[in-house]
T-cell receptor, first 115, second 116 residues
Framework: GAVVSQHPSRVICKSGTSVKIECRSL??????MFWYRQFPKQSLMLMAT?????????EQGVEKDKFLINHASLTLSTLTVTSAHPEDSSFYIC???????????FGNGTRLTVT | DQQVKQNSPSLSVQEGRISILNCDYT??????FLWYKKYPAEGPTFLIS?????DKNEDGRFTVFLNKSAKHLSLHIVPSQPGDSAVYFC???????????????FGQGTILTVHP
């Protein structure tokens, strides 16, 4: 069964608004979660590493003020897309690993459409 | 700079036959490789992995082969089934110290279609 839950699965928002995406690890604690983004017909790209109790680590080219990450507990990380624009429309996926050296488990992703 | 490449965007196979999906990488620091399967509007599902200390790993119908000298890996599915139809991604990372485990670099994906 699913080990990582992501919500919502789809969201449509107007340009300029903010959207929050939740990622939960089910029945295990994840001190680290990862946020990926996939544009159509492209590979998944790591956006940032979410660390429980500390600041997220962003990959080069990802705006930390635009993509706010909060890892408030050992089972929940949130990604907030602030002041969304149409070019932010994408498929956002979170992931976590159950134990060290186990494969990453992915959530089902969130399809964000900004109109 | 695409460090992990899947040069075939799509592959079509008859049910019961072998599906071979290929992946090449350029970063010699990569030492752990994974294959994920993805259906539309869903997150990737882990299939199989291989460490650079091995050249083959098998799990049921799925076998991954690694050729380190050629920086090439492949996923074999035998026999292929219609339910295998999905997008397959290979991914890699450099495990040194284990700290970068989540920093997977993905290929572009290959769409596999298995015809009944």
């Amino acid at each position: 069964g699913a080990v990582v839950s992501q919500h919502p699965s789809r969201v449509i928002c107007k340009s300029g608004t903010s959207v929050k995406i939740e990622c939960r690890s089910l029945d295990f604690q994840a001190t680290t979660m990862f946020w990926y983004r996939q544009f159509p017909k492209q590979s998944l790209m790591l956006m940032a590493t979410s660390n429980e109790g500390s600041k997220a680590t962003y990959e080069q080219g990802v705006e930390k003020d635009k993509f706010l990450i909060n890892h408030a507990s050992l089972t929940l990380s949130t990604l907030t897309v602030t002041s969304a624009h149409p070019e932010d429309s994408s498929f956002y996926i979170c992931s976590a690993r159950r134990i060290s050296n186990s494969p990453l488990h992915f959530g089902n992703g969130t399809r964000l459409t900004v109109t | 700079d695409q460090q992990v490449k899947q040069n075939s965007p799509s592959l079509s196979v008859q049910e019961g036959r072998i599906s071979i999906l290929n992946c090449d990488y350029t970063n010699s620091m990569f030492d752990y490789f994974l294959w994920y399967k993805k259906y539309p509007a869903e997150g990737p599902t882990f299939l199989i992995s291989i460490s650079s200390i091995k050249d083959k790993n098998e799990d049921g119908r799925f076998t991954v082969f690694l050729n380190k000298s050629a920086k090439h890996l492949s996923l074999h599915i035998v026999p292929s089934q219609p339910g295998d139809s999905a997008v397959y991604f290979c991914a890699a990372f450099a495990n040194a110290g284990g700290t970068s485990y989540g920093k997977l670099t993905f290929g572009q994906g290959t769409i596999l279609t298995v015809h009944p």
